[in-house]
């Protein structure tokens, strides 16, 4: 059962789509503030919800890497029967579904918040057992109490599926792989105080993506949430700010 405010979301608007893609454990709901904010500045937004998110800890356990672009190519599937052009945004694990999206289909811009190229060691990430040896083990994370959100952006999984991370971290080598490939332009986001995903990421997706239009904002005293954060009507502004620019 979906989390309830943890569903997709459609918001109608004019023939330019944007395509949200939210986080590793998290879920739509993340990106809702946004969306809205993009959808009141005339786009076509769709806020896909990744398979074995926004429910349980038992349904990511039984989800892959490939289910999660899945979900992806629905979304885009969707935006391209209604709009002429397609934008994607991803915050964290979706800025890397984001770009992975983009090396294979036509995405007119990418917004990469916070995409995770290197995992901070404060995440303890060097003491995960090999993949064979993680079974149906978990770690537990700390409850979410963001104030001035929607309430479903606080309730993320209180465990994370040990073999999860690993479908997480195959993801990252793979988009290192093809960055090369991607054209689009793109903006990439992160916070200088990103305890997740090293700041450096940032910096790495810059200067190895394939694309001639690139531009890379570090936002000072930031964590990783950039959708949610009280700077967020920053973000939000950087990114309209670029996709509407010629």
Known sequence: MIIEGAEPFFLKGNSTGVLLIHGFTGSPAELILMGKFLNNAGFT???V????????ERDIIRTTKYDWFDSVLDGYAILKSVCDKIFVVGHSMGGLLSL????????KKIVSLAAPIFISTETDISSLPPRERCGENYVVRPRRTLENVPPAANRVYRKTPLINIHELLDIILEVKNILPRITAPVLIMHGEEDH???PKSAEYIEKNIGS???KRIMIPECGHLLPLIEKRDFVFQETLNFLVAD
Do not use: E, P
């Open 45 to 47: 937004v769709l806020g």
């Open 49 to 56: 919800r990744l398979a074995g998110h926004g429910t349980s």
């Open 100 to 107: 992975k999206l983009a090396s294979m289909y036509d995405v």
């Open 196 to 198: 997740t995903a090293q």
């Open 212 to 214: 001639k239009i690139s």
